[in-house]
């Protein structure tokens, strides 16, 4: 399994994934977004943490950057953390 966190999910023009928005939380200082990423057939939940100004609302198509080097990744089986050198 992969995780990554809210902060390391950004809108994103160039290198990016599209995303479905599904709900979008005002904060005031942030505004959180659930996001349906991937293909349609094989999309997974993330939430992402954007400014409090972003133009999000529920239903629309945009493109998100996953900064890669934040990914965490975990072993399905009993959810503890792989690290580098156990890849």
């Not at 959180?32 to 999000?56: M, Q, S, Y």
């Amino acid at each position: 399994m992969f995780g990554i966190r809210p902060e390391h999910i950004s809108s994103a023009a160039g290198n990016s994934a599209p995303a479905k928005v599904l709900l979008v939380e005002p904060l005031g200082a942030e505004t959180l977004g659930v996001l349906k990423i991937g293909r349609r057939d094989d999309a997974r939940e993330f939430t992402g943490r954007f400014a409090p100004d972003a133009k999000l609302s529920a239903g629309d198509d945009i493109s998100v950057s996953l900064a890669t080097e934040h990914f965490h990744l975990f072993d399905p089986a009993s959810g503890v953390a792989i690290r580098g050198a156990d890849w």
